[in-house]
């Protein structure tokens, strides 16, 4: 089921990871809490897996998880609306980009904000020192056409409809409100990437508060997964959690460095998923102990297949 729904395509989602991922988790949740929640890629897998059906979707950035619940709640008003921006723009499509960019930008209406993400370059979130967003157009393309914006945000909304909380608070906020049979995907801002010029926003999070917070929830024995740190062929990025948390770590590919490729060089990304220690003796798909490392060769995903329901093969 690589095939999902989504209606974003925005820079860090592991809309590709998501089967690899999920086949670490539960095979049933009571609900699933995303902290970082983002575009949500991991609640529409476990939605269309039907591992969950109970969601908590959280993100500071507070237009996009508005965005998120009118394209989960009503995806026919979102649909409307990208539809009569999408064909706005056909006179000049540079300058009707950096006008609806003011108007976001003056309004943080989420509606605005769906076209910008179309549209801006690689997909990807940038905002000056005074919050404001300022990422440029891509001059390649006009965005997603409407047709098919409509088609993903009626399949994201046909998983998660009435099954989600919306809510925009700091992730420790969120952690502190963990009920038993909850289960925690957290996927904060890339280390190296992110950094700290607007709390409201892409604000990096402090490395020894989040070490912190996961501590407390080894002590509430809570199960979650993290997505956090990585390569790019021998360097890293980001720093590794402490081992005296007793997080499983496994590596995953995920593909060559598009970048790399472009200066001649063969050169492999990574990102690190790490699991609880209450998620080894649970009921997972496959058997976590036997992973540290997962390729996108052919033989490590015809393994994977073997051990668990899920096809391992994301993109």
Known sequence: ????????????????????ILQFLPQRINRLVEPFAGTAAISVAAAAHQIAQDFWLNDLNKPLI????????????????????????????IAHYFEVR???NKTNNPKTFLYLLTRCVKGSVRYNSEG?????????????????M????????SLLKSKCKFTSLDYREVLSQIQDGDFIYMDPPYQGVCGNRDSRYLSGINFDDFVLELERLNQKG????????GRLGDK??????PSDLNLKRIEIETGRSSQSTLLGKEEITTESLYLSSGLSGNST??????????????EQLTLLEKHGEFAAAAR
Request: hydrophobic share 35%.
């Open 102 to 104: 003011s108007k976001f």
């Open 66 to 93: 508005e965005l998120l619940e009118l394209a989960i709640e009503s995806p026919d008003d979102i649909a409307d609306f990208y539809l009569k921006l999408w064909n706005e723009q056909h006179d000049d499509s």
């Open 236 to 241: 890293a990025f980001g720093k590794v959690l």
């Open 132 to 148: 404001l967003f300022n990422q440029s157009p891509d001059k390649r393309r006009k965005g997603t056409r409407p047709e098919r």
């Open 285 to 298: 798909s496959i058997r976590i102990k036997d992973f540290n490392y997962i390729s996108n060769k052919s």
């Open 150 to 157: 409509k088609k993903n945000i009626l399949g994201v909304s």
């Open 222 to 229: 809570a199960a979650f997964a993290i997505s956090y740190d």
């Open 1 to 20: 089921m690589s095939n999902l729904p989504h209606f974003i395509q925005y820079q860090g989602s592991k809309r590709n990871l998501a089967n690899y």
